[in-house]
C-alpha cells in the first residue's frame, strides 16, 4: 500500500457560519458553530487516508483538551500518530468564518505547531520510508526545509503546497519536486496574475507546478516541455470550501505515489474536492476512496 509522510500542522477548527462574513468593525449574527479537527497538515494527512494511502503525521498537539481530540481524529481515520508529539500549552486554532456562498476567512494561531521547527528523533527514517512527504506552510520553514532535504536525501517525491503564501527560501525550492498553489498564492509566489503565466515563472525554481483554480479546476506546467494540462473540476454547488484544497493534495499526492498519469490523478483528485465543498467542514467533509471513485467515474 502507498505510504504517504506529512509534516505538518494540526489544529482546531473553530468555525462559524454566517450569511455575510462582517466588514473591519462590523458586528454581524451568525447562524451556526462548529469545533472541527482541522490543520493543514491534518487535513492533508486525513485526505490521503481516506483515499486509500497509509499515512503518518508529524507534527504537534498541546497537552490540552484539544490536543487530544486532534490526536484521536487523526487515528480514528487511520492515520499513524507515533511521530506527533505532545508539547506542554495549547493546541494550534483555526478561527474560520464560512458565508453562505462557501467562501472562507481564516485566522491561524500556530501555538504547539509553532515548536515543530526540526525533525525529531525516528522522523528523519519515517520520512525516508514514504513514498511521498506532504508539506505546507503553517509550522517553522526550518523544519519544512529540514523534512524535504531529508526527502531528497532519500528519493522520496516532495509536494509542497505554499500556504499561508509568503517569500520560499531557495533551499526549500530546490528540493520541491511539486509545488501546489493555489491561484491567490501563485501570484503572491509570482507577482503575475495570469496563472498560466506564474505556473511557467516558478518552473524557474521547481520541476513541476499544479495550480489549484477552486470551481475551475487544476493546471499543470512541468520543465518537461509538453503544453500546459488544464483539467476542469466538477460542476456542484459548494457548501464549505474550507479543506478542499489539503483535500486536492492529499488524493492528489496518493494518485501520483500509485503511478497514475497526471491528467487521470489531476481528474481524481478533483473529484475528492468537489465531494469536500459539499459537506461542512474540513477534515469532516473529506471523501473516501470509495466515494472518490464513484464521483471520477460519473
Excluded at 78 to 85: A, F, I, K, Q, S
Amino acid at each position: 500500500m502507498t505510504h504517504i509522510a506529512v509534516l505538518g500542522s494540526t489544529n482546531m477548527d473553530l468555525v462559524a457560519y454566517v450569511e455575510k462574513a462582517p466588514q473591519r468593525g462590523e458586528t454581524v449574527t451568525g447562524r451556526a458553530f462548529r469545533t472541527i479537527p482541522g490543520g493543514k497538515g491534518a487535513n492533508q494527512a486525513i485526505a490521503a487516508a481516506r483515499a486509500g494511502a497509509t499515512v503518518s503525521m508529524i507534527g504537534a498537539v498541546g497537552n490540552d483538551s484539544y490536543g487530544v481530540h486532534l490526536r484521536s481524529t487523526l487515528e480514528h481515520s487511520g492515520v499513524d500518530t507515533d511521530h506527533l508529539r505532545t508539547v506542554e500549552g495549547p493546541s494550534g486554532t483555526a478561527h474560520i468564518v464560512v458565508d453562505d456562498e462557501g467562501g472562507n476567512a481564516i485566522v491561524v494561531i500556530p501555538a504547539a505547531n509553532g515548536t515543530v521547527d526540526h525533525l525529531a528523533p525516528g522522523d528523519e527514517g519515517l520520512i525516508a520510508s514514504a513514498d511521498a512527504l506532504l508539506l505546507q506552510l503553517e509550522i517553522p520553514l526550518k523544519a519544512v526545509v529540514a523534512g524535504a532535504e531529508a526527502a531528497r536525501a532519500h528519493g522520496v517525491r516532495t509536494i509542497l503546497t505554499p500556504a499561508p503564501a509568503q517569500p520560499l527560501p531557495p533551499e526549500l525550492l530546490a528540493v520541491t519536486d511539486l509545488l501546489l498553489p493555489n491561484e491567490y498564492e501563485a501570484t503572491t509566489l509570482t507577482g503575475l496574475s495570469d496563472p498560466i503565466a506564474a505556473a511557467r515563472a516558478l518552473l524557474d525554481q521547481v520541476p513541476a507546478v499544479v495550480v489549484t483554480l477552486g470551481a475551475a479546476g487544476s493546471l499543470y506546467v512541468a520543465r518537461d516541455g509538453a503544453d500546459p494540462l488544464a483539467v476542469p473540476a466538477p460542476p456542484v454547488t459548494a457548501v464549505d470550501s474550507t479543506g478542499a484544497g489539503d483535500t486536492f493534495a492529499g488524493t492528489l499526492a496518493v494518485a501520483l505515489s500509485e503511478e497514475r498519469p497526471i491528467r487521470e490523478a489531476l481528474h481524481w483528485a478533483a473529484a475528492a474536492a468537489a465531494l469536500s465543498v459539499q459537506r461542512p467542514g474540513a477534515s469532516a467533509s473529506m471523501p473516501y476512496r470509495s466515494e472518490i471513485d464513484k464521483q471520477h467515474t460519473a
